[in-house]
Each structure stands twice: as C-alpha cells, then as structure tokens.
C-alpha cells in the first residue's frame, strides 16, 4: 500500500516539472529583467523612485 502512495508521488512531482519546464521553467525568471513591479526605495539614502 506505501509503495502505491510513493507511486503516485513520484508521478505527480514529474508531472508538475514537466509543466514548470514547458510553461518556462528556470528561463521564465530570467527573462523578465526586473523582479519587482515597483522597486523597492532605497534606505537611508533620502533618495525615491518615482516623480517628485
């Protein structure tokens, strides 16, 4: 019965990474240059993004 359920695990976990690679996988992050929306201030500096 364990090695039904592990079965099954291993053939989720190799699906869900079949769909992580085909929809972009370690590329998708790559390919977008900026990781943030809005980035974020800088501290302590008294500098912002953004107009005045």
């Not at 364990?2 to 291993?10: G, P």
């Not at 992580?20 to 990781?35: A, L």
């Amino acid at each position: 019965m364990a090695w039904d359920h592990l079965k099954w695990l291993i053939f989720v976990l190799i699906g869900l990474w079949f769909v992580w690679f085909f929809s972009g996988g370690p590329q998708r992050f790559e390919n977008s240059q900026k990781p943030f929306i809005k980035p974020p201030s800088p501290i302590d500096t008294g500098e912002f993004y953004g107009p005045k």
